[in-house]
């Protein structure tokens, strides 16, 4: 080897020596030690290795506290990570490099990061005692540069003030970019240029969404802040609105024709789309057959278009309290894939034969073409129920007795039963809230359920078990992994203070309590806070390719099939499952992989998008209540104060700690409550209280409640 090889060699090694040093958290390790970890076992290579270490000690670089084993002098540590900002201007990063500890940066060593970005950072030698600190050293990719907020202007620049509370800087406007925007104006900005000597980012108006405190205006915002855009692309409606209406001959010949058999929907009152269809008939040999029929969305939505983009990276439907912001333009999603009253329409079906225990005696997947003879509302449908009588109501009542055959078998396999209280507002023509209710769910609900329940269930089951090993069919389920262990301890430990006794002995033991509790606590007072607890305890459900049992469901295998127009993951199953049927070979894992990543992504954000659009409207609801006193249950805790859910309307707001003057309260997070240091007062989770509406602010989306004594 030449001298000049021989360097280059020595220096790659001393830097692969030291990345050994830092990954193994700076232990003391002699040349052996380092040489095993770089699988490097002959002698030549383990005395190269020994002279580096020695080397580098005389350098200053290493030291050898001990003989013969040597560490890095200081630790020189680069990761990267995710901010996550804090209200006082310092951040955490979160690790994505396997670091244990999340790494303090303080303000001034930020450089212009922003919460939520991935950034490189520089880690400092831990100091006994000290939390491990660092600073940025490059922001490698933006979270967000789009901000919903205020404009603030002046005579010759404006300020903007972002919604967001962990974006601690306001965005500099310069006039020539306000794009029409007023004083006060709600608006959306974006972040152009950010100087590195500059206080501020610079930025310019992109939409201006109205006067703050509209209704229009504030619900854009919330979907403008949580990512999602307000209307489709001219493109995308062009596409849409050049599909054919009419269904060829040819495309009936390829289908099942079901238009001869009895077809209806059942959905909310002021449904538009209707995503899902049931059909029934009763068999020769006393059995009957169950069609759970889907809107054909794939038939339409063509992969690659302009359409099927969109509809990816929308990934769902976003459901506010006032309006629904679909995934497909409204030409599909209300017309050509909804599945309206005496139209034909093309689905795709999951078909089973049941008998009279509700077992799936034969089923059958493929394209079908349906009519649906009648469109019943929830309400509708429950009243044939309960009164046994009306439209199809012997179908009805059929498909009943069999659902909740279907219902209790899931519970006996271990499923858990969660009835969250779902809250609802009575709006007037402009928006605003005039009362508040909780919606009940009855037969007629979970009925439909049941067999959207069966379909997705029976689906995923049919292809997980069609390829196996080698064979494996790549596919999209829906996973729900189980609950962590110390997780159902603290809920278990929590419910056994208001008299509930949970057994976490076994999963299917742990399900049988939380059904008894489910059951126990319906209509009660602490309902909602004991639902609430044992959902934050469960692990969360995602879209994934790798795994296919879902925990909270006690099923082997389970996918979204079930709702097309308003979920992409379910146009991927379909796709998925024509192919398949068809006889085609395997898509790609990996890329797969990462579709079900976005989709549980987007999930996720429409579903904050919807929290926020109700706490708007609850902040929105009680503005003209400030000084009433409710009476509320603590429904959450922090260090800085405790939030109380109102009995009556389900409104939410906090009681903070600095307003209790009758002593010094601190947070015990071990036993859900807030304790009085002098007076020993407690306050539980779970707690009747009286309270005052103090203070709401809407920008804010805030409530702030004061305590009224006893």
């Known amino acids: ?35 095993s970890k770089l699988n490097l076992h002959d002698d030549e290579s383990r005395g190269l290795i020994l002279e580096i270490l020695q080397e580098e000690t005389k350098k200053g670089i290493l030291n ?20 996550d900002m804090t209200s006082d201007g310092s951040a955490y990063i979160v690790s994505e490099d396997d670091f244990e500890d999340d790494i303090y940066v303080a303000p001034r060593k930020l450089r212009n990061a922003l919460n939520g970005d991935i950034v490189k950072v520089y880690v400092y030698a831990k100091n006994k005692g000290r939390k491990k600190d660092g600073e940025v050293v490059e922001i490698l990719q933006r979270a967000k540069m789009d901000f919903t907020g205020i404009i603030n202007l002046s ?25 029409g925007a007023k004083d006060k104006d709600k608006a959306i900005a974006r972040i152009v240029d950010w100087p590195e000597d500059a206080k501020n980012p610079i930025g310019e108006i992109t939409h201006v969404l109205g006067k703050q405190g509209e209704n229009n205006a504030e619900m854009n915002a919330i979907l403008a802040d949580y990512g999602f855009p307000l209307a489709f692309p001219d493109e995308v409606e062009k596409q849409a609105e050049a599909i054919e209406e009419i269904i060829l001959a040819e495309e009936i010949a390829k289908r099942r024709d079901f238009r001869k058999i009895l077809t209806f929907t059942i959905d909310p009152a002021d449904a538009k789309d209707f995503d899902d269809a049931i059909s029934f008939r009763k068999l020769d040999n006393g059995n009957v057959e169950v069609g759970v029929h889907i809107a054909d969305v794939s038939h339409y939505v063509k992969q690659g278009t302009a359409l099927d983009k969109e509809a990816f990276e929308r990934g769902t439907s976003v459901y506010l309290v006032d309006r629904v912001i ?13 599945l309206r009253p005496n139209e034909d329409k093309l689905c795709f079906s999951a078909v089973f034969e049941l008998d009279q225990e509700a077992n799936v005696v034969e089923q059958w997947f493929g394209k079908t073409i349906i009519h ?15 009164n046994k009588t009306g439209k199809h109501s012997e179908e009805l009542l059929k498909l009943n007795e069999l659902a909740y055959i279907l219902r209790e078998r899931k519970f006996k396999h271990g499923a858990i039963s969660f009835e969250s209280v779902e809250v609802k507002f009575n709006l007037d023509e402009h928006g605003k809230p005039l009362g508040v209710y909780a919606k009940e769910r009855k ?32 596919f999209v389920y829906r996973s729900h992994d189980s609950p962590k262990e110390d997780a159902l301890l603290s809920f278990s430990q929590f419910a056994l203070k208001f008299g509930y006794k949970i057994d976490i002995s076994s999963g299917r033991e742990t399900a049988k309590s939380l059904n008894f509790l489910m059951a126990d606590v319906e209509g009660k007072k602490e309902q909602n806070v004991l639902t609430k607890l044992a959902i934050r305890s469960m692990a969360k459900a995602v879209y994934t390719t790798k795994k296919h049992s879902h925990y909270g469901l006690a099923f082997d295998y389970y996918t979204h099939f079930t709702s097309p ?18 006889g085609g070979k395997s898509v790609s894992e990996d890329e797969y992989e990462k579709f079900s990543m976005h989709s549980s992504q987007m999930e996720k954000k429409a579903a904050d998008a919807e929290r926020a659009s109700v706490k708007y409207k609850q902040a929105e609801f009680l503005q003209n209540n400030v000084g009433m006193e409710y009476v509320g249950i603590i429904s959450g805790l922090t260090e800085w104060g405790m939030y109380v859910e109102i009995i009556e309307n389900k409104c939410e707001g906090m009681i903070r700690l600095r307003d209790l003057n ?49």
């Open 1 to 35: 080897m030449s001298k000049k090889k021989s360097n280059s060699f020595n220096l790659v090694l001393t830097k692969l020596i030291t990345d050994v040093f830092e990954k193994s958290g700076n232990k003391p390790l002699n040349y052996k030690q380092v040489a």
């Open 64 to 83: 050898e506290p001990e003989k013969g084993k040597f560490i890095l002098k200081q630790l020189k540590t680069f990761v990267s990570g995710k901010v």
């Open 155 to 179: 005579d010759r620049f404006a300020f903007f003030i972002p919604d967001d509370r962990k974006m601690l800087h306001d965005i500099f406007i310069p006039i020539d970019s306000l794009k």
């Open 326 to 338: 679909p995934m497909l333009p409204e030409r599909l999603s209300n017309g050509l894939c909804s």
């Open 372 to 386: 649906s003879d009648t469109r019943f509302s929830y309400e509708d449908a429950q009243e044939i129920l309960e």
């Open 443 to 474: 037969d007629a609900h979970k009925l439909i359920e049941d067999y959207m329940l069966l379909a997705n269930k029976k689906v995923a089951e049919f292809i997980a078990k069609k390829g196996k090993g080698k064979q494996k069919l790549t």
């Open 565 to 582: 127009i308003r979920r992409y993951p379910d146009v991927m199953v379909h796709r998925l499952l024509e192919l398949y049927l068809a």
């Open 662 to 710: 009758d002593d010094f309260y601190v947070l015990d997070e071990k036993n859900y409550c807030i304790i009085g240091q002098r007076r020993k007062k407690k306050y539980q989770l779970g707690d009747e209280v009286t309270i005052l509406v103090k203070k709401v602010d809407l920008a804010k989306r805030q409530i702030d409640f004061s305590l009224v004594r006893d």
